[in-house]
């Protein structure tokens, strides 16, 4: 490993309740599920973990309520290793928690009721302002207020720091703010939903990207699934396929892609071999069930990565 990256997080961290089942029941019925997993999640913290768990020192900027779920949620981050000074508890809220239902083919429909991580403001990034200005990499979401979001954009490249953007879940967005980001990734429905222009194959993706770079934003990567990601700049655009994979709950893997992508590019990897490292580490998350715990270690990785990458 060339260097030891240092990744900030400013996101959102969330209890997961996962429940396995063949079918979604209609209105007004009742089934019976085959499965259920408690879990730590949360767009914010899955790739805070990632890139934990890729090598990077990560630090994490979070709210969590004063329920149980609260302190727990550190005691995970420190666990892992994680810097949690800057995740806070904030009384009389809960915690952010997110009810995930999956099918029997790994696909998932989640519900986030944000809680804490709705009171997550630009004040907390003043807070951690030192810590954040030490990062080589500042990471972002959705699942936090949108006005600290663009705050710590703004703050990101007033202090020279990489910033990567991750539109998830999706909303309409002020593209203004968002331009002066480094990265900006969304899945196929995120992109759509913000540009409003369909991506269900490699080529609307290429379409969607131009679009949303003449936005300003200086590199866009869409994550394509099964299809793998596409990487678009000014310079052009490259198809990175993905790997093949048994997938059992394909949630977290976009976190997976995000939180392992940012080590690597940190870590001074080229940026296209980032993309697919990323792409391995994601696939390989959805090869166990759970977000955090379905995450891949180093190691782990690095043995896949070694069979896998001559072929
Ligand atoms: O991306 C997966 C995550 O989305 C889950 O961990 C859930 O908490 C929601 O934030």
Redo the contacts with the bound molecule.
Sequence with gaps: MEKRPRIAVVG?A???LTTFSDRFPEPGETIFGQKFDL?????G??QAVAARLCGAEVFMVARVGDDLFGPSTIKNFENLGIDATHVRQVSGVSS???P?FVDPSGQ?R?I?VKGANNELKPADVDAAAEMLKSADCIVLQF?IPLETVYYTIKFARRNGIRCILNP??AQPIDTQAIAELDYFIPNESEAFAISGMRVSDVEEAKRCATNLLSGGIRRVLITLGANGALLAGSDGMDHVPAFSVRSVDS?????AFIGSFATFLGEGVPELEAVKRANLYAGLSTTGVG??KSFYDRARFEAEWASRSKT
Excluded at 39 to 43: S, V
Excluded at 251 to 255: F, L, R, S, Y
């Design positions: 959102s969330n209890v997961d879990g730590f999640g949360g767009k913290a899955n952010g928690v997110a995930i998932n989640i986030v699942e998830a879940p949630t977290g893997a976009g976190d977000t955090q």
